[in-house]
């Protein structure tokens, strides 16, 4: 499974690209707006410290709008995909855009049936909302499994990429699902790491080689 971040904070994805286990950056408006940088300025600083796919969302909501924002953003960096909103003019943008080499992360998907459209328009990353589907009382890991068996009955090369990650259950189920990818906020991919018997055992082994006297 690929990880990654869900930030437009360059100091948080230096620090996850030190783990060596960034494979790539998720942006949307809103991270952008609390980051309280420039758009451009702060996907080339993302792109130019993860080589992995850096996901930047266009705007419009019409599809010459789409096409003119994601000729901007696209020339930003060589690993820029292009985030479209899950619309029919969406798709027509994501169809245009994956058709001419770009890759494309389709954004807001909440149905199987929008994974389905968005995978015959050819999306390179389809990106389910997990949290914001289990907020409505809906379970967001269901629609990952539909996706799966939808995406592996017709071999469909578009990637699964996990988005609206609240906590590391969520990453493990997804995993064990068989996503591709998935994207979560910095702070939940440290949790992954952290086991509070993993603190306890450092701690009782520090103490009795301490005891030991002895030094590698
Ligand atoms: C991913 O691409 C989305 O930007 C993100 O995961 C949305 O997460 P949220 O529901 O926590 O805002």
Redesign the pocket.
Known sequence: MKFFA?TAEISEIRDLAATGLLDGV???P??VHKSGRDFIEVLKDIAEVCPGPV?AEVVGLDYDSMMREAEVLRKVAKNIAI?VPLTPDGLKACKALTGDGTMV?V?LCFSAAQALVAAKAGASFI?P?V??HDDVGFDGMQLIADIRMIYDNYDFATEI?V????HPIHVVEAAKLGADVM?A?PKIIHQLFKHPLTDAGIAGFLKDWQASGQKI
């Open positions: 869900d998720t942006t949307n809103s991270l996901s985030k992360n954004t990106s909302f949290g914001r990429l988005a609206s990650v609240r994207t906020p």
